[in-house]
């Protein structure tokens, strides 16, 4: 039978996070193993908000040797490229956006959050952007669509798109999209912030204290863990509502030290902040290390990184076009020889 394909990506705004390398990036290194994955660096996203465009190529290209250096291996199973690079992702944006109900997108709680932050200058990409998003997820057919919790509404938003256009443009018998299927993985779906229990890890956050950058050089990583909110009460715990940023620093050392979370609780039950602080701080540095090392020298040599973003447009491009075509065919479009 043929290996299941797997479909996902990360904005190229800013540093990724750990929020991103445990909520997505390291789940798809592990995904390798029973799946072909499609990843992409979504750069028509990242233009959705105010951008600056000496950035943004930079930006892209730091995502993808981030993606490499993590383990994406291009090599055998993989295909990382930018969502630029492949044209259908505008085309069938668009033809998505115009079969989406407008309070569909209006509910959507990413959008409702980030509008509010940008008043009355918010643009209309942010507001269509999840329909985008689910052109990026169907061009591909993928079986599973491995995101982080904060994602679960577009893809929900994604299948309900589905459901429309194969209702309004194909046959029970031959549906114009694939129905996907979200993926997300319980453990280290929502990595919180440093600095507010409350508050997911965001690449959007104004402090720079509130997350760890995968880049973040080792001094920099500890003094974030230093000045990182905790809270007064003795012993640490996983699980107690009114701890949160207890539950998340040790679920942050749970995951980067890929221990159980039986053998974590019973580690630190008895810890103190000024204890537990330098060893999270240790882990997560001894944990980014290699990821670091690799990244460097990936950027060493900017010829082999145009070499996999070209080999990956060429691959996805055949693949989306192919579904692009349908999905015109069906609504009617002619489609020039
Ligand atoms: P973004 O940075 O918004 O492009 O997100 C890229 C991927 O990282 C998506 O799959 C998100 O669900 C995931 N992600 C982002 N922030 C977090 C977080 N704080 N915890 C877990 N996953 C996250
Ligand atoms: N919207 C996603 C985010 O902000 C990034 C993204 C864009 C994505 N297109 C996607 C994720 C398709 C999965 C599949 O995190």
Redesign the pocket.
Known sequence: MARQRIL????P?GD??L??Y???LRNWVDLQKDYDCFLFM?DL?AITVPHDPTVLAENTYKTAAIYLAAGIDVDTVSTIFVQSHVTAHSELGWLLTCITPLNWLQDMVQFKEKAIRQGEKVGAGLLCYPALQAADILLYEPDKV??????KQHLELTRDITIRMNDQFGTPDDPVLKMPEPMIRKE?????SLTDGSK????SDPSDLSRINLLDPPELIQKKVKKCKTDPARGLEFDNPDRPECHNLLSLYMLMSNQTKKAVAEECREMGWGQFKPLLAETIVEGLRPIQEKYHEIRGDEGYLESVLQRGQEKANAIAHQTLSKVKQAMGYTIPS
């Open positions: 996902s990506g990360i904005q705004t990724l996070h929020g991103n445990l909520g997505a979504a996203h491995p995101v982080g919790e904060d994602q280290g779906a929502r990595i919180m997911k890890m965001s690449k």
